[in-house]
């Protein structure tokens, strides 16, 4: 016989009390109505308990609260219930107790029982709402911090590669290093893959409509693929239809990203034969016109019965067979085409080859074509000294990386602070050309450091200090924040050497002009 029935003698036999943990196992039962099991967990008898996941053990005892719940419909596999509910917290354990009101209710109370049970359910749809809203915060945190966590060593990597690629190798070396770079910048493209479902799902991601010669993003892939189609030795063939306009004005970039994806995807899967990429005009009305991207393989190919998920999230096929994995680029491609308003279809046969067609929708002007404006050069101004670097950054091997890209141009100094509040002090005894400025340094953090640099110092020379600031969170949030703080540039790591070098003596020279 179980201690508590002794303890519980008293009441009246229309009542039922159990025992719970704070992990919400049933460890005392005394089975009046319900035979719920022990060493079971109680949110399976009944979605009612869901609310004892409110409880949390480390709660004072002033905070513990006796709970009641009127008319609550409780049932299972044999019995049907409508009781009064009462949780009781206590230092180690929940009790629960069944007041049976069965017969009171169903003869007296029906319009109060439909209430009730209403208020119930909104509680619990509020509760489902906030877990799902924590649930969405704490996976784009998590995602924000992994882009960041990775992308800093991946700057290193690189930018290592790039600095080893200029030295004297021999032709094995050379391969290694290629190697190293290739896979380097896969990882980056799979980061980039998963910020932007990131986006695309929480409705963050931006279209922007922009004039652009179709021609040159066309030349651009077939550029970049023939390379590739060359290594593999097959066959890579872009017919473009010579009708279409040189300019349209839609989104460039998530144009390129979806064929990039698709084009991918059949480099990989294809090992002979031949890739075709090409593009015609469906229609065009007024100042409108839809294009069709077609892209054929002569690959492994797909059975027809798994066309259907190809477009999943961390799903891929090989041969017909469904493989979990890293495959984010076709759930992008499909997400970016619904975006644009476009339409995407499949068709495919195992071991004969994929056909992707794609139709978007563009908008054209009538005007006269005009050469597209080129990066604007800079050079850094004759000076009889070199000029000093303050480089604010807290990873050893990023601070190397930078010392050993800017150095060996042979116009640099380079100074290392490793946080914000050690940056403002080099700044107070050492005249600097520039700051580059990790936004995530500690003690003061690049934002606050900007800030302060702005706004507390008379001194024109160290208020107007050019500042770039540089992070792995490489989005359009992190970029404004820099402008908005008072930087004048942002450049994302893993960044290109080429870039940095730009940026650098861009923002010199315009001070140089000021």
Known sequence: MMKHQSDHS???PQVQVIHVTYDNIIIENDHTFFNWKEDTLILDAHPFFEIL??????????DKKVLNFPCIHIEDDKTEKICDITLTPEKDKITITLFDYTTKYKDLNQIAQQKNESILLAKELELKNKYLLEKEEFKNNFIA???????TPLTSILGFVEVLEKTKLTFEQEELARIIKRESLHLNALIDDMIDLSKIESGKL?????RFSIQNLIDGVHESYSRIAKEKQITFETNVDSNIQEYLIGDRTRVYQILNNILSNAFKFTEEGKITFSVIKNYQRTNKLSLNFKIEDTGIGI???????????????????????????????????????????????????????????????????????????????????????????????????IMKVLISQGNFFVDIAINGEEAINYIERRKYDLILMDLTVSKIDGYQATQMIRNNYGDKFISAIPIIGFSGRSNDAARDKCIRSGMDDFIAKPFEQEELIYKITKQIAKKAAD
């Open 145 to 151: 911090n992994i882009n960041h966590e990775i992308r």
């Open 53 to 62: 996941r409110e409880f949390e053990k480390n709660d004072s005892s002033s």
């Open 303 to 401: 059975m027809e019965e798994n066309i259907p998920y190809l477009f999943d999230r961390f799903t891929r096929f090989d041969a017909g067979k469904r493989i979990s994995g890293t495959g984010l680029g076709l759930a992008i491609v499909k997400n970016l085409i619904d975006l644009l308003n476009g339409e995407i279809k499949v068709t495919s046969m195992p071991e004969k080859g994929t056909t992707f067609n794609i139709k978007l929708p563009f908008k054209f002007e009538i005007i006269k074509t005009t050469p597209e404006r080129k990066k604007k050069r800079y050079t850094l101004p004759k000076s009889a000294k070199k000029y000093r670097i303050l480089v604010v950054e807290d990873e050893e091997v990023t601070q190397y990386l």
């Open 206 to 210: 931006k279209i922007v409509e922009e």
């Open 10 to 12: 008293q009441f009246n």
